[in-house]
């Protein structure tokens, strides 16, 4: 069983910044993909950022360059620094484990971004 916890939400003023993590009870390098996925309220979950086993890196469009993923094995963790961030991103994020063969997902957490 992979559990994971999201922590670095809180509130933000439009146009600053964020550093969310997700710490992970096994070794991240036994997932192909490690993503952040939020969702809005009244709205869908939605891809946001992802960074595989290799180190690539994908953005949705929205984010790219003003987000960035990263991750350190020896501690288990992933980050998503946000910077520049609008009222338009306040939703919960999540973070996501995909390997041994499942999807495993945090319980979120919050951002806000209002002035």
């Known amino acids: 069983q992979v559990q994971l916890v999201e922590s670095g939400g809180g509130l933000v003023r439009p146009g600053g910044s964020l550093r969310l993590s997700c710490a992970a009870s096994v070794s991240i390098l036994g997932a192909n993909v490690m993503a952040w996925y939020r969702q809005a309220p009244g709205k869908q979950r939605e891809f946001v950022a992802s960074?595989?086993?290799?180190?690539?890196?994908n953005y949705m469009d929205f984010v790219r360059g003003r987000f960035t993923v990263s991750r350190d094995n020896a501690k288990n963790t992933v980050f998503l620094q946000m910077n520049s961030l609008k009222p338009e991103e306040t939703a919960v994020y999540y973070c996501?484990?995909?390997?041994?063969?499942?999807?495993?997902w945090g319980q979120g957490t919050q951002v806000t971004v209002s002035s």
């Open positions: 996501n484990f995909r390997g041994r063969g499942a999807d495993y």
């Open positions: 960074i595989m086993k290799i180190g690539h890196t």
